[in-house]
């Protein structure tokens, strides 16, 4: 089990073989820092917007309803941008499988970019009444349909550049968003916060963050224009064998796929979302904890995070990508009850304990997750299948987990069936990896390689 997902070395990488030429070598640190600053764009504009659910929408756009109501629709509003990211996934697969990944890489991050910026100028509901949330939803759909398309391409466009030897590390490499998103945008809402004071912050200081997006996007687009297309793409297009429905051939061909891809996630995901977004609501309104410390415990976690992502990644090209996983997996169910015992302390110090270690054990998963899920797919409907079964996880997990929660919360008052939760997601995801189908055989391509090969 330990050595299925790592694919043969090509001949280049292997003891005595060749090295790779310096266009190969200037290509993969290119598409390594583009995917990289793409991801960590996208991922602060989507964070952003979970503490904002969090911390600020339910009084700017939901001020009639209870503390506790206005939470949960605020969360749904959430949720929503998870519904739109299965959509974002299919289109800009098709066409990411279709044109190639660097167009559709551009497009959804201009997307993601404008809805995010619009979403700092969007009147409250004192101002236009219930049109503010609709209208929030209205951009939150955006958002989700640009994230959606996003993580695909990022992965490949880093992955199809790497040598097979490496190619766990490579695709861990774009997954560094998530904590370097994560740790701009608690670090803007921080920062922000510290300056307006929290009464400032909840009249206008919020809006700041999310007006930033337009000078990190005009960064992510320069940087991404420099980028050629993948050498495993450019291959297909030489050869004229590009899948001319990408979305319908990969539900046809691999469906399993799909669909053990979408329940491997259910552990890494559902928790994340608690960890990083239920938890800022559960710790202020529940326990009593104060917002700034809480954000700055995430400020922690995150930077913990830069270097556990891409740690993970390289233990699965020494040891397989399912043992790593899979080791994840069984540590975030047994830290499930833990996690909420050791919140419910209100100890400072135990407080950061619990949120830094549900993080390392998240990125033990995420780590290898992007390899794990992009390997299983052929190169013509990769960016179709592996956004696919990635972004649908975002239905089932991500999106409804906060939602879920805090219903848990206000049922019963406790976080005992928050814990149950999460070791439901864990069974759920370790059947899954158990199911899941070998990497496809195109997977073991190398850039190298295809470099010196003839076109057909």
Same mark, same amino acid.
């Given at each position: 089990?330990?050595?299925?997902?790592?694919?043969?070395?090509?001949?280049?990488?292997?003891?005595?073989?060749?090295?790779?030429?310096?266009?190969?070598?200037?290509?993969?640190?290119?598409?390594?820092?583009?995917?990289?600053?793409?991801?960590?764009?996208?991922?602060?504009?989507?964070?952003?917007?979970?503490?904002?659910?969090?911390?600020?929408?339910?009084?700017?756009?939901?001020?009639?309803?209870?503390?506790?109501?206005?939470?949960?629709?605020?969360?749904?509003?959430?949720?929503?941008?998870?519904?739109?990211?299965?959509v974002g996934a299919a289109i800009f697969g098709h066409y990411g499988d279709r044109i190639g990944r660097k167009a559709a890489?551009?497009?959804?991050?201009?997307?993601?970019?404008?809805?995010?910026? #619009?979403?700092?100028?969007?009147?409250?509901?004192?101002?236009?009444?219930?049109?503010?949330?609709?209208?929030?939803?209205?951009?939150?759909?955006?958002?989700?349909?640009?994230?959606?398309?996003?993580?695909?391409?990022?992965?490949?466009?880093?992955?199809?550049?790497?040598?097979?030897?490496?190619?766990?590390?490579?695709?861990?490499?774009?997954?560094?968003?998530?904590?370097?998103?994560?740790?701009?945008?608690?670090?803007?809402?921080?920062?922000?916060?510290?300056?307006?004071?929290?009464?400032?912050?909840?009249?206008?200081?919020?809006?700041?963050?999310?007006?930033?997006?337009?000078?990190?996007?005009?960064?992510?687009?320069?940087?991404?224009?420099?980028?050629?297309?993948?050498?495993?793409?450019?291959?297909?297009?030489?050869?004229?064998?590009?899948?001319?429905?990408?979305?319908?051939?990969?539900?046809?061909t691999q469906p399993r796929a799909i669909a053990t891809s979408a329940f491997v996630r259910m552990a890494e995901q559902a928790?994340?979302?608690?960890?990083?977004?239920?938890?800022?609501?559960?710790?202020?309104?529940?326990?009593?904890?104060?917002?700034?410390? #809480?954000?700055?415990?995430?400020?922690?976690?995150?930077?913990?995070?830069?270097?556990?992502?891409?740690?993970?990644?390289?233990?699965?090209?020494?040891?397989?990508?399912?043992?790593?996983?899979?080791?994840?997996?069984?540590?975030?169910?047994?830290?499930?009850?833990?996690?909420?015992?050791?919140?419910?302390?209100?100890?400072?110090?135990?407080?950061?304990?619990?949120?830094?270690?549900?993080?390392?054990?998240?990125?033990?998963?995420?780590?290898?997750?992007?390899?794990?899920?992009?390997?299983?797919?052929?190169?013509?409907?990769?960016?179709?299948?592996?956004?696919l079964g990635y972004q649908l996880a975002s239905v089932i997990a991500g999106g409804p987990a906060p939602l879920i929660a805090?219903?848990?919360?206000?049922?019963?008052?406790?976080?005992?069936?928050?814990?149950?939760?999460?070791?439901?997601?864990?069974?759920?995801?370790?059947?899954?990896?158990? #199911?899941?189908?070998?990497?496809?055989?195109?997977?073991?391509?190398?850039?190298?390689?295809?470099?010196?090969?003839?076109?057909?």
């Amino acid at each position: 089990m330990a050595d299925a997902n790592r694919p043969e070395q090509p001949a280049e990488h292997r003891p005595g073989g060749g090295h790779p030429s310096p266009t190969v070598r200037s290509q993969r640190v290119k598409a390594a820092v583009a995917s990289t600053v793409g991801t960590t764009i996208e991922w602060y504009d989507f964070f952003l917007y979970g503490t904002a659910a969090a911390l600020v929408f339910p009084k700017i756009f939901f001020p009639t309803e209870s503390p506790l109501a206005g939470t949960l629709a605020s969360f749904s509003t959430l949720f929503v941008g998870f519904a739109a990211r299965p959509v974002g996934a299919a289109i800009f697969g098709h066409y990411g499988d279709r044109i190639g990944r660097k167009a559709a890489l551009i497009a959804t991050l201009t997307l993601m970019g404008a809805a995010t910026a #619009l979403m700092g100028l969007l009147p409250g509901y004192d101002a236009i009444g219930p049109l503010a949330p609709v209208l929030l939803v209205v951009l939150r759909i955006v958002q989700g349909i640009g994230v959606g398309g996003e993580w695909g391409g990022s992965v490949l466009l880093s992955m199809e550049w790497g040598s097979s030897r490496r190619r766990g590390f490579m695709a861990s490499l774009p997954q560094l968003g998530v904590p370097l998103g994560l740790l701009l945008s608690t670090l803007a809402v921080r920062i922000t916060s510290e300056i307006a004071g929290p009464a400032g912050f909840d009249a206008w200081g919020w809006r700041i963050p999310f007006l930033l997006s337009v000078v990190l996007v005009g960064i992510g687009l320069y940087v991404r224009l420099s980028i050629l297309e993948t050498p495993q793409f450019a291959r297909l297009r030489q050869e004229q064998t590009v899948v001319k429905q990408p979305v319908l051939e990969v539900f046809r061909t691999q469906p399993r796929a799909i669909a053990t891809s979408a329940f491997v996630r259910m552990a890494e995901q559902a928790p994340f979302y608690l960890f990083i977004t239920f938890v800022l609501a559960y710790g202020t309104e529940e326990l009593g904890l104060d917002r700034d410390s #809480l954000l700055n415990d995430t400020l922690v976690a995150a930077a913990v995070g830069m270097i556990t992502v891409p740690l993970f990644g390289h233990l699965s090209d020494r040891f397989g990508r399912r043992l790593v996983y899979g080791t994840g997996i069984v540590l975030i169910g047994l830290f499930a009850f833990p996690y909420y015992a050791l919140l419910n302390t209100r100890q400072a110090g135990l407080v950061l304990l619990a949120i830094v270690v549900s993080l390392v054990f998240h990125d033990i998963m995420y780590g290898p997750q992007a390899a794990l899920i992009s390997e299983t797919f052929g190169t013509g409907v990769r960016y179709s299948g592996a956004g696919l079964g990635y972004q649908l996880a975002s239905v089932i997990a991500g999106g409804p987990a906060p939602l879920i929660a805090a219903a848990i919360l206000a049922a019963t008052g406790s976080s005992f069936w928050i814990s149950m939760y999460i070791i439901g997601c864990a069974v759920i995801s370790f059947v899954a990896l158990l #199911l899941m189908p070998q990497p496809h055989a195109s997977a073991e391509e190398d850039a190298e390689s295809l470099q010196r090969q003839p076109a057909a």
